[in-house]
């Protein structure tokens, strides 16, 4: 019961979008792909700001489209936020009447998100009287997103809200999604074509190309498939979710375990018990048939080969397993000859940098 | 020369057909230029040449259309008769219906830009925010095109005011029915009565720059505010 799917298919000019889907309904998916693979389109399927033929749309048992028996609720019926990539406040009323202006359309009893708790979640309380034209691109944004969960939808649609703003903004932000992630149970589809960012925030994925969806899945998954294209960006890797479990003063480091095992990294400033994000960066992983302690790596793990695959003339991506854990190693080919490299031999993989989110 | 009393009844009846007619052209206009900012329909071209005739037109020839069509063997005219017995030809009810025609592009362009301008997207955000069509129209179309509205207002007052042509071919120059200022003038001057001119053309010259000053001192301050 509690998925998202949808079939569209549309024609704009030269572009045709035709696709077919399914994602849990809670949690963060990520809707990834390059400039122009139809992603906004699809967005604006579900938003019911264009109306595909045929199209198909059901959330939690609700439908919201049918076209098979000719039925399409409108966007203002539809219970779901949307955040477009240039907050799109409105000019004419303050920041305090653009966040009522969703809330008091929506009926009292559907409402669940109180307006100070969207107010605090995003920290805009100072700015409520303000006029929008006088907020910076991530006052605006933030902005955008509680007005947007203030009509408590049960569907969050944003289009890259965090492209359209300067490296500090986005760092501005990011918090505040986290958050959100944490504080509320909106199911998110979120439009980014950013792997750290999606990396970042996203549980699941739908892979977008030219129109078509081509994979799909929980984060970790479509990010270590070999036949998809993220294994093989510049940014592949995996992210993992590890505990925080000891601080180490002398050494000034900070210890994390995870299903695979313990991971150090530079002393970071987190609570201990609290869960965090962690990418491991496949080029950043080396592999070596024995254990010798002969390397400044601190990062080593035990794993099995899954997968290897030449991505490229003279470089090949590995797919590993560490006790349950998935990691991938971006080496050479030569490397994989002289080591010998099989599906299924034991290796050591050394982790040379753990990047924390 | 000050001494000879001033006719105030041409002013008062400009004024009042003035008024009027920025009223119902508001009315008029508001629904026709959305229409025209949304629709794709092949027909939209045709409409808009139409509204736009009265720019090229000398007032003489929409006069004299209108004089056939609204006279007593007109189409209009005629029906108007049968159903409340009186004439629309040199009344000031035939006025006001000349000035909206004659005016309409006045009305209708500013709106029409107003609501082209602010694009698709603020619609768009207020149906995700719950808001049925007619209330995304009033909460969002309308206040966001008010420098429209203030352009179309003023505009369509102030060319009113100085209508002249159409005027006097379907009103005639009936003192106290018709006899609109820019007619009066012109009669005053016919009769040489210069001084009368003098006092109704300086007031409406400054009238008209008065009226030319608001707007865009406003329009600058809506601007401003942006």
């Not at chain 1, 992983?285 to 997968?307: C, G, K, M, P, R």
């Not at chain 2, 008769?81 to 035939?94: A, E, I, K, R």
Request: contains cysteine; aromatic residues 8%.
């Amino acid at each position: 019961m509690s998925t998202l799917q949808g079939r569209f298919q549309l024609q704009q000019g030269e572009f045709t979008l035709d696709i077919d889907f399914q994602t849990p309904s809670q949690g963060i998916t990520a809707l990834f792909g390059p400039s122009g693979s139809g992603k906004t389109t699809l967005l604006r399927c579900l938003a019911g700001l264009e109306r595909a033929k045929p199209g198909f749309l059901e959330i939690n048992g609700n439908c919201w489209q049918d076209e098979s028996r000719g039925f399409f609720l409108p966007t203002h019926q539809r219970s779901l936020g949307y955040v477009f990539q240039e907050a799109s406040l409105f000019s004419h009323l303050s920041v305090r009447k653009n966040l009522e202006y969703g809330q008091s359309r929506t009926p009292q009893k559907q409402r669940k998100v109180a307006f100070e708790e969207a107010v605090e979640l995003l920290g805009i309380s100072p700015l409520l009287t303000r006029n929008p034209k006088r907020l910076s691109g991530g006052e605006r944004q933030r902005v955008a997103i509680a007005r947007a969960l203030l009509t408590s939808p049960k569907l969050l649609l944003m289009d890259e809200p965090l492209a359209a703003l300067d490296a500090n903004s986005k760092a501005e932000i990011m918090p505040y999604l986290e958050k959100l992630h944490q504080a509320l149970s909106i199911p998110v589809l979120y439009i980014s074509h950013a792997i750290p960012e999606v990396m970042h925030i996203a549980d699941n994925m739908l892979l977008i190309e030219k129109g078509q969806l081509i994979g799909s899945g929980p984060l970790l998954e479509v990010l270590t498939r070999l036949d998809l294209p993220l294994s093989h960006s510049s940014e592949a890797g995996v992210v993992i979710e590890a505990t925080v479990t000891e601080h180490d003063e002398t050494f000034h480091l900070t210890y994390l375990t995870f299903s695979g095992g313990r991971l150090s990294l530079r002393r970071e400033d987190l609570a201990i018990g609290s869960t965090v994000r962690v990418v491991l960066n496949a080029r950043d992983v080396s592999l070596a048939l024995d254990n010798e302690i002969h390397s400044s790596i601190l990062n080593n793990f035990q794993a099995s080969i899954l997968e290897i695959l030449e991505e490229s003339p003279g470089q090949l991506i590995i797919k590993l397993d560490i006790s349950g854990a998935l990691l991938l190693a971006r080496i050479t080919t030569k490397s994989g000859v002289l080591l010998n490299l099989q599906i299924g031999m034991k290796v050591y993989a050394r982790v040379k940098s753990v990047a924390l989110l | 020369m000050f001494d000879m009393p001033i006719n105030w009844s041409p002013v008062w009846i400009t004024l009042r057909l003035a008024t009027i007619t920025t009223i119902i052209l508001l009315l008029l206009s508001t629904p026709l230029a959305w229409w025209l900012a949304q629709t794709k329909c092949w027909c939209k071209s045709l409409i808009e040449a139409a509204v736009s005739l009265p720019l090229v037109l000398p007032p003489t020839v929409l006069g004299f259309y209108l004089l056939i069509t609204l006279g007593p063997q007109g189409p209009i005219g005629s029906a108007w008769q049968s159903l409340t017995g009186g004439s629309l030809t040199f009344t000031f009810t035939g006025l006001v219906i000349g000035s909206v025609l004659f005016s309409l592009p006045f009305a209708v362009h500013p709106l029409q830009n107003a609501f082209t301008a602010m694009g698709q997207r603020p619609l768009e955000v207020a149906a995700t925010l719950r808001a049925s069509p007619l209330d995304r129209f009033l909460t969002v179309a309308i206040p966001l095109a008010r420098p429209g509205f203030l352009s179309a207002a003023t505009l369509t007052f102030a060319h009113t005011v100085g209508e002249f042509g159409v005027v006097l071919m379907i009103g005639g120059s009936i003192p106290g029915q018709t006899q609109v200022l820019s007619i009066a003038i012109y009669e005053q001057v016919e009769m040489l009565e210069f001084q009368q001119a003098h006092l109704l053309s300086g007031g409406m010259l400054l009238f008209s720059f008065l009226i030319l000053l608001t707007l865009y001192t406003i329009n600058k301050r809506l601007d401003y505010n942006k």
